[in-house]
């Protein structure tokens, strides 16, 4: 078996069948989705099965462990079998590295591996782990806890721990050369530190008499002084055992630095330690713990399960007696294998009371008993049962009510009667050979708004119990009432297309029917919805029309039929916007500003407007188009008109149901520029003599003008120019 990465995904092997005589040919590989180094182990049984256990790889259930076989010396495997599941919906503790099996003498294979949170990205060296051991042979196939901060000192692992090293971590498991026996070794983190923050790790081990049934409480193998970091241990597959005695081989590394064995860690100075451990087990079972029936219980059944504790005990005694001295037992049953006893039926009686005991014995030792615990039987008779529902007093019950009571341990069938009177003389229900603890009361028994009484008693083969105590309950009226109409209130006009139709709620009322039509009688509707449990109905849309008068009425139903109609209520749907009517500047206006406010009267039932500006009256030319208009009037700003022009314009309207028709057209006409008044001349003066040939001309700033026009002549009619200039814009030349 090996592990091989190629642009860093791993991809993991095993060798299908070998050639053992040289050169040894291999027959071939078969890949397995496990992970990388230390996640993997091989085992031989004593009957020549081979086992495997490894980790699922990271791009297939990882973190999960799983265990195969082989009968064929690996030339084919069983599928693999998932023994521990990460799974991150619940607990999130998964297997980070440290997988070691064994086969028992048992032929049953054992696997060891370590446990922790982990996540999809990382995990938690700083909190405590735990060391497992699976096998089919123990706990019903479900791993067991051998080591964690329950029975092992918890510290955190600190300093450098890429290398994934847990507070608890890498075990190996061994068993013994012969007998029940095995064993499992790990490392744990102590409480000393390096000088880089590193923890120190030590070697622990534990050991099982009993195949794994139970385990010694975990000890520390390796010295604590001098100071020295352990890790890596490893378990002899097989160890030498005799009698009582168990030698265990195992060796680990040791380094003088914490840490070492990370990697691109500080090297210190270190070594290969072989460890000769040497337990001697006490085999006498602990003192059982009995769970149930509890002392002193009460009613319990005459086939009662009798349950204790495990007591590290291969099998148990128990014995059941009439007495506390346990002079006159009625069971006395040896070689009991769980830590559950099921009594038969016809061995013990009822109404009696009984004390009990057990103690666990292994091979030939035996512990000593528990400590006493009694319970009595149940009565002959059947108790007296408690009553249910309906509750006492209970109002708007159905005509066909369930009745149910509490379940009577000792009846086998029971007895149930309704009356009109507290004296049971007038019964209208009365059944017996009752085999459940309810019953439905079927139609036709029961009259609407009516009191009832009720009782039950319990049977069995012994007799009747006593009558329970009587309840009373009073049926639903018979129909339901009308409902009450909410909203839309009676005579809406303006409402939405897809309103929300609302009643108040009817007492008893199991469900509601709602009408809608065009008219008050209902003739043909455009909504006929039953079965329904809500107060409210929202109206589909394309149902109703705009602009439409509607009835509606609604009526409820329960277990007896439906009730009345509701009044009949209207409203009036929305319909499409008026179009508007235009107010200013008045239609045909004359020199109108180059920024009039233009304005419209508003629509009731309108949320926008859209108002057009154009050159022409049939809008070709449009030079002003604003949509979304929240007011009913709109300035409009420079510069997008001009002088001595006859503008269009028209607005409409829109809401929830469309846009409505554009209003009429009116046109106003912006007004013309005023003429500019005369220039005043100012240079050179008038009659002025010896002016220069390149004279500059002032004259003062004539208001509304845009610019000049000089002219020069050399004579009073100008018909003789010498200079003619326009577009002067200054007042100067």
Not at 428 to 440: L, M, P
Not at 521 to 547: D, E, I, K, M
Not at 628 to 647: D, H, R, S
Not at 678 to 704: C, H
Request: with cysteine.
């Amino acid at each position: 078996m090996f592990t091989s990465s190629i642009s860093g995904a791993f991809y993991t092997y095993t060798n299908k069948a070998t050639n053992l005589s040289p050169p040894g040919i291999f027959s071939g590989y078969q890949t397995y989705p496990g992970d990388q180094s230390e996640a993997y182990s091989l085992a031989l049984a004593p009957n020549g099965t081979v086992g495997h256990a490894f980790i699922g790889s990271d791009l297939e259930d990882p973190n999960d462990v799983f265990y195969r076989s082989s009968a064929d010396g690996g030339l084919t495997w069983t599928p693999k079998q998932r023994i521990w599941d990460w799974n991150v919906t619940t607990d999130s503790l998964g297997c980070l590295r440290g997988v070691s099996m064994v086969f028992g003498n048992n032929n049953q294979p054992y696997v060891a591996f370590n446990t922790s949170l982990l996540t999809e990205t990382g995990f938690f060296p700083a909190l405590p782990s735990q060391i497992r051991v699976w096998s089919p042979a123990i706990n019903g196939g479900i791993p067991v806890i051998v080591a964690s901060d329950s029975n092992v000192p918890f510290y955190p692992n600190t300093g450098d721990v890429t290398d994934a090293f847990l507070p608890l971590c890498r075990p190996s498991i061994g068993r013994a050369s012969s007998g029940n026996a095995m064993f499992v070794a790990f490392t744990a983190t102590t409480g000393q530190v390096g000088t880089d923050s590193s923890s120190y790790f030590a070697v622990w081990s534990s050991y099982s008499p009993e195949y794994g049934i139970y385990w010694g409480a975990p000890e520390w193998l390796t010295p604590s002084s001098p100071l020295r970091d352990w890790r890596f241990v490893s378990v002899s597959p097989t160890n030498n055992i005799v009698n009582n005695t168990w030698t265990v081989q195992m060796v680990c590394q040791s380094d003088s630095l914490a840490g070492t064995h990370v990697n691109c860690s500080p090297i210190g100075r270190g070594e290969l330690v072989g460890i000769r451990f040497v337990p001697t087990f006490n085999y006498t079972p602990s003192m059982p713990l009995l769970i149930s029936p509890s002392n002193g219980s009460i009613n319990i059944f005459t086939t009662p399960l009798l349950d204790w504790n495990a007591a590290n005990a291969t099998s148990y005694r128990v014995q059941v007696s009439t007495d506390s001295l346990f002079g006159s037992t009625v069971i006395d049953q040896s070689n009991v294998t769980s830590s559950q006893y099921r009594i038969d039926t016809l061995v013990l009686n009822h109404n009696t009371k009984y004390f009990w005991r057990v103690k666990g014995i292994n091979i030939s030792v035996t512990g000593p008993w528990s400590l006493v615990s009694n319970f009595r039987t149940i009565t002959q008779l059947p108790l007296t049962p408690i009553l249910s529902s309906p509750a006492n007093g209970a109002i708007n019950v159905s005509v066909t009510p369930l009745l149910d009571w509490e379940t009577v341990i000792n009846a086998y069938a029971y007895r149930a009667q309704i009356a009109r009177d507290l004296n049971f003389s007038s019964t209208v229900f009365d059944q017996s050979g009752i085999t459940q603890s309810q019953i439905s009361v079927q139609s036709s028994v029961l009259r609407n708004d009516t009191t009832y009484y009720w009782r039950i008693y319990g049977q069995n083969s012994f007799g009747t119990g006593q009558w329970s105590s009587i309840w009373e309950f009073t049926t639903i009226d018979f129909l339901p009432a009308a409902p009450t109409l909410i909203v839309p209130a009676n005579g809406s006009i303006n409402v939405t297309l897809t309103p929300a139709l609302t009643w108040a709620a009817v007492s008893g009322a199991i469900s509601y029917r709602l009408q809608v039509s065009t008219d008050s009688l209902f003739n043909t509707t455009v909504v006929n919805a039953g079965n329904l449990t809500s107060v409210t109905y929202n109206v589909p849309s394309s149902v109703l029309s705009q602009n439409v008068r509607y009835f509606w009425r609604a009526n409820a139903t329960n277990s007896n039929g439906t009730g009345p109609w509701s009044i009949v209520w209207n409203f009036t749907t929305i319909g499409m916007p008026a179009a508007p009517q235009l107010v200013a500047p008045p239609n045909g206006a004359d020199s109108t500003s180059l920024t009039p406010t233009l304005d419209w009267n508003n629509v009731t039932t309108a949320t926008e407007y859209n108002l057009l500006v154009a050159t022409d009256s049939l809008f070709n030319n449009i030079i002003l188009d604003i949509p979304f208009l929240n007011f009913t009037e709109f300035q409009i700003p420079a510069p997008y008109l001009t002088y001595v022009t006859k503008y269009y314009w028209k607005v409409n309207a829109t809401n929830s149901v469309g846009t409505g028709a554009w209003s009429a057209v009116w046109n106003f006409t912006t007004r013309q520029v005023q003429p500019p008044v005369a220039p005043n001349l100012t240079q050179p003066p008038n009659n002025s003599t010896n002016v220069s040939l390149t004279p500059s001309f002032d004259w003062q700033n004539s208001s509304n003008a845009a610019y000049y026009k000089v002219n020069i002549a050399t004579d009073l009619n100008f018909n003789n120019l010498v200079l003619n200039r326009d577009s002067i814009t200054a007042s100067s030349f």
